[in-house]
C-alpha cells in the first residue's frame, strides 16, 4: 500500500439513522403475534447534526452537518405459529447543512450543494421465529437488505453506502410484571465490500447494533413509556487517524469504508388509540461516536393492524 498524505478537507461518514429496523417494533422484537396477524407501519425519523466526530483525539470538523428525513414504509404478517415476515423500505431526503465551501470532496458529492434530495435507499427483509416465552421471550431473526436505487456513497450528505447485507440476529425479552418488562435486540451485518477501486475493497464493513429498552405500561396497557440505547461497531473500514498510511484512491472514496462507531439513548411513548391502531413519539441524543456525524434522532410513527 502506497502511503499518500492529504489534509482531510471534504471528510462525512455515512450516518445510519435507523439502528434498529423501525422504531415503533424495535422493543418488540422478542415476540411474534397471533397466526394470521397483520401490522403495516409507517415511521418517520428526523436527524440532524452539526459535525463531523473523528478518532484519536483529532478535532472535530465544525459546520459541516446534514438534515436527514427518512420515511419508512414496512409490514410484517405472521403466516404461521411463531414465525413472522417483514419488509421495510425507506424513503430519505437530504440536505447539507454546512460550510458549502470548507469540505469540497475531490471524489464527488452531488448532495452537497445545500438543496434537498430524495432517494430510495435499501430494503429489508427479514424472518424472525419464537423459540420460547419463559423465563424469557427468545426470537432468533434472519434477512437481508439490498439496495433499490443509484443514491450517492460519496461526500458531505450521503444517503447510505450502497452495500447488499446479510443480516442475523436475536431479540430477547423478559416481562417482570404485567407493566415492566425490558428488550434487548442484537444484529451482526455481513456487508459486501465496497468495490469502487481496488484499495477500497479492502476495507471491510461487516457490523454490529444493538439496542436495549426498559418499558413501563400504563392505562390497561394502552400506554407504553420506555427508555432505550442504541450502538453500532463497524467490524473493519478505516478511521480518520489512519489517513496518513491510506492511498489517494482510499481517502478520495473514504465515506463508504470508514470504521463508524456510534452511540445514541433516549425514550419513547406509544399509545393504542385504537384495537387496531398504534402512534409512537420518541427521540435519541447523539452520546458517543467516532467517525461519524453527532446526529441526534426524533422518531415518530403509526402502526396499524387490519388482521
Not at 233 to 242: A, D, L, M, R, Y
Not at 244 to 263: C, G, K, R, V, Y
Request: proline share 4%.
Amino acid at each position: 500500500m502506497r502511503p499518500c498524505r492529504v489534509v482531510p478537507s471534504a471528510l462525512a461518514p455515512v450516518l445510519m439513522i435507523a439502528l434498529a429496523s423501525t422504531w415503533s417494533t424495535a422493543h418488540a422484537q422478542a415476540w411474534v403475534g397471533d397466526k394470521g396477524s397483520l401490522d403495516v407501519s409507517l415511521d418517520y425519523n428526523l436527524a440532524i447534526s452539526s459535525k463531523v466526530i473523528r478518532d484519536g483525539g483529532q478535532a472535530d470538523l465544525p459546520d459541516a452537518g446534514t438534515t436527514t428525513q427518512q420515511v419508512t414504509l414496512g409490514g410484517e404478517y405472521v403466516a404461521i405459529r411463531n414465525l413472522a415476515a417483514s419488509i421495510s423500505l425507506p424513503l430519505v431526503f437530504l440536505k447539507y447543512t454546512g460550510n458549502l465551501t470548507m469540505y469540497p470532496h475531490a471524489g464527488g458529492g452531488k448532495y452537497d450543494d445545500g438543496a434537498t434530495h430524495a432517494t430510495l435507499t435499501d430494503l429489508r427483509a427479514t424472518a424472525r421465529y419464537q423459540l420460547f416465552e419463559d423465563p424469557v421471550a427468545f426470537a432468533p431473526h434472519i434477512g437481508f437488505s439490498i439496495p433499490v436505487a443509484n443514491y450517492e456513497t460519496v461526500g458531505n450528505s450521503v444517503a447510505g453506502r450502497h452495500l447488499k447485507a446479510l443480516i442475523m440476529g436475536f431479540g430477547v425479552g423478559r416481562r417482570f410484571t404485567d407493566a415492566l418488562y425490558a428488550h434487548l435486540l442484537y444484529e451482526f451485518s455481513l456487508v459486501e465490500r465496497y468495490d469502487r477501486t481496488p484499495e477500497t475493497h479492502i476495507a471491510g464493513q461487516n457490523r454490529s447494533d444493538g439496542t436495549v429498552t426498559i418499558g413501563y405500561k400504563l392505562l390497561d396497557q394502552k400506554l407504553d413509556i420506555h427508555l432505550d440505547a442504541s450502538g453500532r461497531i463497524t467490524h473493519g473500514g478505516w478511521k480518520f487517524s489512519e489517513f496518513d498510511i491510506l492511498t489517494a484512491q482510499e481517502i478520495m472514496f473514504h465515506d463508504p469504508i470508514l470504521a463508524e462507531n456510534i452511540f445514541l439513548a433516549g425514550g419513547g411513548v406509544s399509545y393504542q388509540i385504537t384495537d387496531a391502531i398504534t402512534a409512537n413519539l420518541g427521540g435519541r441524543l447523539f452520546v458517543a461516536g467516532h467517525n461519524t456525524q453527532n446526529a441526534s434522532v426524533i422518531a415518530a410513527g403509526v402502526s396499524w393492524s387490519p388482521l
